[in-house]
């Protein structure tokens, strides 16, 4: 499995569908998988939604819920929408395709699926790069707008009825960051600002694999939408990242989701390796779904990331409370009791850490931290590191990383929330306006060398709270 796709909530049910090949494990033709749940941490896999067919394989988009039947598609009753890209394979060389817009529909609440006989929505434009439509109802301009991944730019078209499409605008042309690699996997989506005024837009773009960067990564855009235009308030040569490691990408949000909430889900994966990971019959994930916020921060606004609640709530946790107090240079602290090698654990801790000082927390890697924490006079500069091999030359090239992310803050304090597993770390640093996934291979069989713990290097900490609960 690889993208997220049609995030929808109808019915008292969450929906995800995603990029799904069932013949193998390496991306192939694409389908659409689907799975449902009604706490987005249990989830029944249905029957494959939408199928290769004349038009070509199904590539990733968007679901709604038509509720008007603005369509004409569901008799007057509520219905389901699917938006997808058909691409075609019209050669033998890799830039040998082309790509349009398409729908298709389910009066039965998601159990099966019709392809709309009108296809395609939006026929090919001229160029290559033309896919996952995202597609959002805007209440202030009363009309649908689906944003269109172009080339390196994201196109905004307005609908009335979801069937016929205009163009109003494009975005994104010297905006942002731009690699080898097209723009993918669009989102767009207003929050209230937190600890600030009013309300601020937001565009998320995935950013396709470059060898010039860190392979696939997301960005995102905070500014205003009318209904046709996007403004984005930074300077166009900012760049915000909405995760800052190396497997997080073509993020979707929920559309739909009750009382408000913006939940979003992203691939656990990097297109530099991604059909070249340790598989046991499976290969694929996603993260745990996150709440998404706004955040007014002295460098602006900001989106902030937590675990849904409903993490803690559906399971059986066993929890140990980690102790309160200094901890000072040389000392080491186990951060759960449970003695588990591969069950998830599912942790948060906040400490104040001294000037000069220098921490490790060791999470998932027995032999190396996969953070290292230094206090400096501007603020700090968190360490990620993660090793890793498997002989695969692409693999064994581009998996093991190590980077330094600077945080500018003047104050000492620093809070962490974290997941990890036999096959993942998902990180949430200072409230979640800091975002690390990685993929990571267990390095030890042993008990003792996998359970999470924290060394002091140099200097030393006050833990201020924080617990670890692992999986019943």
């Known amino acids: ?11 008292g049910e969450y929906h995800l569908f995603y990029q799904y090949h069932p013949e193998g494990l390496e991306w192939g033709p694409m389908h659409w998988g689907h799975a449902v749940s009604r706490n987005m941490i249990d989830w029944q896999h249905l029957d494959i939604a939408l199928f290769p067919d ?46 349009d817009q398409c729908i298709a529909y389910s009066c039965d609440k998601g159990r099966s699926w019709q392809k709309y006989a009108g296809n395609p929505v939006i026929p090919v434009p001229g160029f290559r790069d033309f896919r996952d439509p995202k597609v959002i109802w805007h209440e202030a301009s009363q009309h649908w707008v ?18 016929d499409w205009a163009l109003c605008s494009e975005f994104g042309e010297h905006q942002g960051s731009h690699t080898e690699g097209p723009w993918e996997c669009p989102d767009l989506f207003e929050l209230p600002v937190e600890g600030g005024t009013g309300s601020r837009w937001v565009l998320v773009v995935g950013v396709g694999a470059g060898e010039d960067s860190w392979g696939s990564f997301t960005q995102y855009f905070i500014g205003d939408f009318d209904g046709t235009h996007f403004h984005n308030e930074n ?7 909405m995760d800052h490691s190396r497997d997080f990408y073509a993020v979707q949000s929920w559309s739909d989701a009750p009382d408000n909430r913006r939940i979003a889900i992203a691939w656990i994966n990097n297109w530099l390796y991604a059909n070249h990971i340790p598989e046991n019959g499976w290969r694929g994930m996603m993260t745990i779904p996150r709440e998404i916020r706004l955040v007014a921060t002295t460098e602006g606004v900001r989106i902030g990331q937590r675990f849904v609640p409903e993490l803690g709530e ?80 692409a693999f064994d090239r581009f998996f093991p990383c190590h980077f330094d992310l600077p945080i500018v803050q003047s104050e000492a304090s620093v809070t962490l929330e974290w997941i990890s597993d036999n096959g993942s770390l998902e990180l949430l640093i200072n409230d979640g306006i800091y975002s690390l996934t990685s993929l990571q291979l267990c390095q030890s069989d042993s008990v003792v060398d996998n359970m999470p713990k924290l060394r002091v290097v140099s200097g030393g900490i006050e833990i201020t709270g924080g617990q670890t609960n692992v999986l019943g």
């Not at 991944?149 to 979801?162: D, H, K, P, V």
């Not at 300077?235 to 990242?241: E, G, I, R, S």
């Not at 006079?377 to 498997?390: E, T, V």
């Open 314 to 393: 559906q399971r059986a946790w066993q929890r140990t409370m980690i102790t309160c107090g200094a901890v000072d240079e040389g000392g080491q602290l186990a951060l759960t009791a449970v003695q588990e090698r591969i069950k998830p654990v599912h942790g948060s801790i906040s400490f104040a850490i001294q000037p000069e000082s220098c921490i490790g927390l060791y999470l998932s890697q027995p032999e190396q931290p996969d953070l290292t924490f230094r206090r400096t006079d501007s603020g700090l500069i968190i360490r990620y590191q993660r090793a890793g091999q498997n002989g695969n030359d």
């Open 235 to 241: 300077a166009p040569d900012k760049v915000l990242l």
């Open 54 to 99: 004349e038009r070509g394989m199904c590539f990733s988009g968007s679901a709604i819920v038509d509720h008007n039947d603005s369509s004409g598609l569901f008799d007057g009753q509520p219905g389901l929408l699917l938006f997808y890209t058909a691409h075609r394979v019209t050669g033998s060389a890799a830039e040998d395709y082309e790509q």
């Open 1 to 11: 499995m690889n993208d997220p796709n049609g995030l929808v909530y109808f019915d």
């Open 146 to 163: 689906m944003a269109l991944a172009c080339g390196q730019t994201i196109r905004f078209y307005r609908s009335e009825n979801l069937l």
